[in-house]
């Protein structure tokens, strides 16, 4: 099972979720795991019997909430414990220092630090990878309001800025992400019908979705995936 870690205290559930109903559609199976404090994923994802921790199912997407761990997860599951799990890849969305200690942050395949420009959400996303050991590569998922290059820049030196010193390696490459109100209109609107949908959002943010996804699948399958990203635009 491919493990891709997404970090920061910035909100990533919608986002993550968007990127498992591609990966599902295209025949992988996918775990989606809710390590943050919070745990939007127990209050937008549609459930019979919420319980303290579940496992549950939602458009092919299995979403895991309120386990400390993977082996908690195979417990739960009735999985004998040197078993591997039968996913493809999981998604992990962690914000605390014991999500990534707990989960093992340092073995994932991948890891994206997802923030906006807050200081906030930037701070206390460096502070969660400080904990670990050792330092660890990650990608730049980036939020933002800007458009222009200059303005992306500046939002990019900030962060380094911040994240001077600490434990994160950062890989050259950017993803930017508009911090739009039409997409969050659109996200909010999934989550009151309990459906995901792409076909509203913004043309820079479904681009932006179809390069990450790419970059998780380390670029392996892009006719299919660009096939069945049309697919999901036109709610088929």
């Keep these: 099972m491919k493990k891709i870690g997404f970090i920061g205290a910035f909100d990533k ?40 921790s579940y496992v549950t199912s939602y458009e092919g997407i299995d979403i895991a909430v309120g386990f400390e761990n993977f082996n908690s997860i195979k417990q739960f599951l009735a999985m004998p414990q040197m078993l591997d799990f039968n996913y493809d890849i999981s998604l992990i969305d962690l914000d605390t220092i014991e999500g990534v200690q707990n989960f093992e942050l340092e073995n994932f395949e991948k890891n994206y630090f997802v923030t906006s420009n807050d200081l906030y959400s930037i701070k206390r996303g460096i ?12 990608t730049k998922v980036l939020f ?9 820049q500046k ?34 609107e999934n989550q009151s019908i309990s459906k995901i949908t792409f076909k509203k959002l913004s043309t820079q943010y479904k681009q932006s979705l179809l390069y990450l996804t790419n970059k998780i699948l380390d670029e392996k399958d892009y006719n299919l995936l660009k096939k ?6 036109r709610g088929v």
């Design 155 to 188: 939002e990019d030196d900030y962060l380094n800025f911040l994240s001077s010193g600490s434990k994160i390696i950062w890989k050259d490459e950017k993803i930017y992400f508009p911090f739009e109100i039409g997409d969050q209109t659109v996200l909010y």
């Design 144 to 152: 933002s309001r800007g458009v222009s290059n200059a303005t992306l």
């Design 228 to 233: 069945t990203f049309k697919k999901l635009e």
């Design 13 to 52: 559930t919608d986002l993550i979720i968007c990127i498992a109903k591609i990966l599902t559609e295209m025949g992988n199976q996918v775990l989606v795991v809710d390590g943050t404090l919070t745990q939007k994923a127990k209050y937008i994802v549609p459930v019979i019997k919420p319980s303290k």
């Design 127 to 138: 502070e969660t990878i400080n904990s670990l050991e050792h330092p660890i590569q990650a």
